[in-house]
């Protein structure tokens, strides 16, 4: 056999055999990286959906707060609780947000005045029910009554009677007060995840407190903080010092303007492989996460006006 006709040696197979090897090595290498770097992307995105998708409901919430009240000054009966948007601030633990806002586009007057008792009766109750919550309002103060009973011929509206001793106007609603459908609703963050399977989560109570379950809005939201803006000199504008995280602080005791929220969500699965290197980020007075996790997170701020309470910042 001549050596044209010869096959190869056993040491060229050999490194013929270990270049392929480290060629399929790069590859493969190469393929993980960028199987791992989609993952990754996965989840930022993922991440990023679970606070942009809450975001805009709250948007639409606080931008239809305080129905028919320019001052904010909005109270409810059954509790005495005052102001349209209340902030139970924590530094330590997510903040809490009760906020009423307009329920549709159902709006009536009272067709006769209100002092005091358990009815009201208003020009159309065709659109309410039993279980809705009213708020009367003559555009400077406001009261929520919750609807027991409602006949739509008569327009009489059985309401629960007031239980402590609301701050009416002089002499009381007089007819031709606006009567509006609204709903009181509180957020917050349940960190357990009890509604999503471990998932800490972004919570919606429909009537605050009331009888009603909360339902989760958003799985992976583990954070919500909460600034109040006054423009307490008048100029117009909100200045940094014209933030504060719970209303009343000295100079900012006056009519919110607008509200400033930031959720920080994070990804539904740790990341695989490496040591625990993330943190919750700080946000607003919250202080940033002292133990690392595996957890990649997106933190989203948005800045709401207020638009029935004294206009645009």
Not at 287 to 293: E, G, I, L, N, R
Request: glycine share 12%; net charge negative; with cysteine.
């Amino acid at each position: 056999m001549t050596r044209a006709e010869g096959g190869f040696t056993l040491v060229e197979l050999m490194v013929a055999l270990s270049l392929f090897s480290v060629a399929i090595a790069g590859a493969l290498t190469v393929a993980v990286a960028m199987t791992t770097g989609l993952k990754d992307q996965r989840t930022v995105v993922t991440a990023e959906a679970s606070v942009r998708g809450p975001m805009d409901l709250l948007a639409s919430t606080f931008r239809n707060a305080s129905p028919g009240v320019s001052t904010g000054t909005i109270q409810d009966v059954a509790t005495c609780t005052s102001g349209a948007v209340i902030v139970t601030n924590s530094t330590s633990a997510p903040d809490v947000i009760d906020v009423v806002s307009a329920s549709g586009t159902v709006i009536t007057t009272l067709r006769s005045g209100y002092t005091s008792g358990s009815t009201l009766t208003v020009g159309d109750a065709s659109q309410l029910a039993a279980g809705d919550t009213l708020l009367v309002t003559d555009t400077q103060v406001g009261h929520l009554f919750s609807a027991t009973a409602v006949n739509a011929s008569s327009g009489v509206v059985t309401v629960t009677a007031p239980a402590c001793s609301p701050s009416f106007p002089s002499g009381g609603y007089a007819a031709g007060s606006l009567v509006v459908k609204v709903r009181r609703a509180r957020y917050f963050i349940d960190p357990t995840g009890a509604a999503t399977d471990g998932t800490p989560a972004l919570m919606v109570d429909p009537d605050a407190g009331g009888p009603a379950a909360a339902e989760p809005i958003a799985a992976g939201v583990e954070d919500l903080q909460v600034s109040l803006g006054v423009d307490s000199d008048g100029d117009g504008t909100i200045g940094t010092a014209e933030w504060a995280f719970s209303q009343g602080i000295g100079a900012l005791a006056g009519t919110l303007r607008a509200v400033r929220i930031t959720l920080v969500a994070r990804a539904d699965r740790e990341l695989v492989g490496g040591g625990a290197s993330f943190l919750r980020p700080a946000a607003e007075d919250h202080p940033v996460a002292s133990t690392p996790d595996r957890f990649r997170r997106r933190a989203l701020t948005s800045t709401f006006e207020l638009r029935n309470m004294g206009g645009s910042p």
